[in-house]
């Protein structure tokens, strides 16, 4: 089945520690996304790549970091400079043309030590 | 810049039909979305609609666009228990390859 995979579900963070999370799509789009969800809060976009090796930041990018390598993946780095990473954390991915939406993985919950 | 407005709590029973409003204040948008949440999951993408369309509808949906006072809606017929979840509203500018814009969501609960 087509989709978009990412891992862990569940990741725990010490104080001062980067930690990865895994974003992969077979869906053959070349757009990809990474959301932060609070509760209660919407979606907030922290970076966004629209093609192989090129990525941009989005509203809240301060703390994380990300590479787009490949067009399958789309991993993001929560670094120790972020202060507040405890959040549930959403990959999205999107074909190229404009009216294409956005297709959505199950998403990584982010908590702290 | 964009801001996408949406009720944050509805309230229905079993059987009855669901109405959730978005408001959004980008005139230059030409793409709209729905999406639902289910607890610890990610977001599914229910419908979307052109903005020169005034109505979509998809079984149980219906969208209802009214571009003049920039609303959105979307209503579910015969509203189950399994149709509890958040619902989110978001936009897309006609501005080539531009990112989402999502309003905060509608808890939306189901009781029998």
């Known amino acids: 089945d087509g989709g978009i995979t990412q891992s862990p579900k569940y990741l725990f963070r010490k104080e001062g520690q980067n930690v990865t999370l895994s974003c992969e799509q077979n869906l053959n789009h070349d757009a990809m996304y990474w959301y932060r969800q609070d509760p209660g809060q919407g979606l907030r976009l922290i970076y966004y790549?629209?093609?192989?090796?090129?990525?941009q930041k989005g509203d809240i990018a301060e703390g994380y970091s990300v590479s787009r390598e490949k067009k399958e993946s789309f991993p993001l780095t929560v670094t120790s400079a972020q202060k507040n990473p405890t959040a549930f954390y959403l990959c999205a991915s999107s074909g190229r043309e404009g009216y294409q939406p956005q297709h959505f993985g199950d998403g990584t919950r982010l908590s702290i030590l | 810049g964009e801001d996408v407005e949406q009720s944050l709590f509805l309230s229905v029973r079993e059987g009855d039909s669901s109405v959730i409003n978005c408001t959004y204040t980008d005139s230059s948008s030409t793409y709209l979305y729905w999406y639902k949440q289910e607890p610890g999951a990610g977001l599914q993408l229910l419908t979307y609609i052109f903005s020169n369309m005034d109505m979509k509808q998809d079984q149980r949906l219906t969208v209802l666009l009214n571009k003049k006072d920039k609303h959105l809606s979307l209503r579910i017929a015969d509203t189950q228990t399994g149709d509890s979840a958040i619902y989110f509203c978001a936009e897309r500018e006609n501005s080539g390859y531009s990112t989402l814009t999502f309003g905060k969501g509608t808890m939306l609960l189901v009781s029998p």
């Open positions: 790549s629209q093609i192989v090796n090129d990525f």
